[in-house]
């Protein structure tokens, strides 16, 4: 094993010196914070993001999450004209979200939208870290309640992958009232039998836990994802107590009775087929 780690970890020095120098290759690497490995971006991509020596999950920008799901061509986007406000007026929050805006080519956190998974339609929804940690403000709420309640009056599967930090303190109390708006709009929508398909991938932390991510009819997760509502180190020194091993992981969370299974990138779209035609998701709404 140490002899494995020093090889690692020679790569990787390596290929900083390579950088310094300007002699790296056009291929940029990412190094996998699970074994240490340096992947370039043609094997991530060719493996759905997942590192290919140890099966660790890389976070997915939600267009290409929700493009690796969906039938090819039946995704249509629904009020990506919704943007963020200021109503705190606090300080940088309208040049952090031009700046994120600029470099994620999207308006806010999240994305929603109708298509078709197996033929099936779907309403669907994808968060992206990328966007100030998928935090939870008044835009990803209103996305998402919008999506919910467009789900209930067509009679829609509801799937939504979650990933967030939390709340969005930018926004104040304005973000903390999205946790009551979504579980409540996902509660009407359970009321008139709805199916919610919640998928939670790493991390799912925050308010976003202690709302409509957790409130799903089926519950998956991604391999290893981190899911709570605080996280791991926060807990340990509030109870001065050492947690369990792998506290919080998705495993852990199934285990547990959180979860109903945990599911490979790779096995997650044939996944979802097979939940919706358990589910008779299948018949009306299916292409004949």
């Known amino acids: 094993m140490a002899g494995i780690l020093a090889q690692r970890r020679n790569k990787l020095l390596a290929l900083k010196k390579m950088r310094e120098q300007g002699t790296a290759p056009e291929v940029e690497a990412r190094v996998c914070p699970a074994c240490g490995r340096a992947l370039s971006d043609d094997e991530l991509a060719g493996n759905q993001s997942v590192c ?11 267009r290409e999450r929700i493009k690796m799901i969906v ?21 940088g929050y309208p040049e952090k979200l031009a700046g ?26 994808a968060m992206d870290t ?45 973000s903390l009232m999205q946790m009551a708006k979504t579980s409540a709009a996902i509660r009407r929508f359970s009321d008139k039998g709805g ?4 998928v939670l991938t790493h991390p799912t932390t925050g308010g976003v836990t202690a709302s409509f991510a957790s409130l799903g009819d089926i519950m998956l997760a991604e ?5 709570g509502f605080a996280g791991p180190r926060v807990i340990e020194q509030t ?19 959180f979860l109903d299974a945990v ?6 779209r044939s996944t979802l087929i097979r939940v919706l035609a358990l589910h008779g998701k299948g018949g009306v709404n299916r292409d004949r």
Do not use: N, W
Request: hydrophobic share 45%.
């Open 223 to 227: 391999p290893g994802a981190l899911i």
């Open 130 to 174: 990328r966007f100030l940690m998928a935090s939870m403000g008044a835009v990803v709420g209103e996305r998402l309640a919008r999506l919910i309640e467009r789900a209930s009056r067509s009679h829609l599967p509801l799937i939504v992958f979650s990933a967030s930090g939390g709340a969005r303190m930018q926004e104040g109390i304005v």
């Open 239 to 257: 109870i001065g107590e050492k947690l369990p091993e792998g506290f919080q992981s998705a495993e852990f969370q199934l285990e547990h009775g």
């Open 52 to 62: 290919p020596y140890c099966g660790h999950h890389f976070p997915l920008p939600a």
């Open 195 to 198: 199916l919610y398909i919640s």
């Open 100 to 125: 994120l805006h600029a470099k994620t080519r999207q308006s806010d956190a999240i994305v929603t939208g109708l298509a078709k998974i197996g033929g099936v339609r779907v309403a669907i929804a």
């Open 263 to 268: 599911v490979p990138r790779a096995r997650m």
């Open 71 to 91: 039938d090819d061509g039946q995704f249509r986007e629904l009020d990506a004209s919704l943007v963020s406000t200021d109503p705190l007026d606090f300080p």
